[in-house]
């Protein structure tokens, strides 16, 4: 086996261990209260150390929130690889559709968004993280779409961008998650679109 596959392997078996702890940590919050649960309490219910729990994540909110951090640097370098000269909505609607398995799998499940709907620290956590998306995405299509746009633009762009993941979210929650997330991202796009009436976000 040669040193890039060996690497894989330990990077995919880590990411296996992460979704693990991710799910029996929500789950010890939603049977124990998120605060009443600690670190102590996660890592002897999956049988190791506090101590290997923090090879994996640096607090127990960081365990409810699994790869979303991988997630916003994958999209970010998504949107860099895109065609030149692509308009920087149409580049960015096209990258959401591409990432949007990646996205949904690094999101929140319906049980957790309700967990965090219920409490404040993760709530504000969503937020953060969010924001850091946002960032991150936004400073990717500022250089996918070189000088001629601006920061004010951009940052338009991915909020609203962000508003149509969060509204699809939403409307996933209303239904129980029976609805389909990815049809209602393409239907958020869709209102959003020129076509739509949205001349100025091309």
């Keep these: ?23 029996l940590a929500v789950r ?14 996660i890592a002897a219910a999956a049988g190791m150390s506090k101590r290997s729990f923090f090879r994996y994540f640096p607090s127990k909110e960081d365990a409810v929130f699994g790869e979303a951090e991988d997630v916003a640097e994958q999209v970010a370098e998504a949107i860099r690889a895109r065609p030149e000269g692509e308009p920087p909505w149409a580049c960015l609607c096209a990258v959401l559709r ?23 620290a993760l709530r504000a956590r969503l937020h953060a993280e969010r924001d850091r998306m946002r960032e991150l995405i936004t400073a990717a299509l500022r ?3 070189g ?24 409307e996933w929650m209303r239904s129980d998650g029976a ?24």
Aim: proline share 3%; aromatic share 4%; no cysteine.
């Design 1 to 23: 086996m040669s040193g890039d596959e060996r690497t894989g392997l330990r990077e995919r078996t880590r990411r296996a261990v992460r979704a693990e702890l991710s799910d």
């Design 28 to 41: 010890l919050f939603l049977e124990r209260g998120y605060e009443r649960t600690t670190v102590e309490d």
């Design 98 to 120: 591409e990432q949007q398995e990646a996205i949904r799998s690094a999101q929140p499940g319906l049980r957790t968004l309700r967990l965090i709907e219920a409490t404040p």
């Design 143 to 145: 250089e996918h779409s």
């Design 147 to 170: 000088a001629g746009l601006d920061a004010f633009t951009a940052d338009l762009l991915t909020g609203t961008a962000a508003a149509a993941l969060e509204a699809a979210d939403r």
């Design 179 to 202: 609805a389909d997330r990815a049809a209602l991202l393409d239907r958020a796009f869709a209102l959003l679109s020129p076509s739509a009436g949205g001349q100025g976000i091309r």
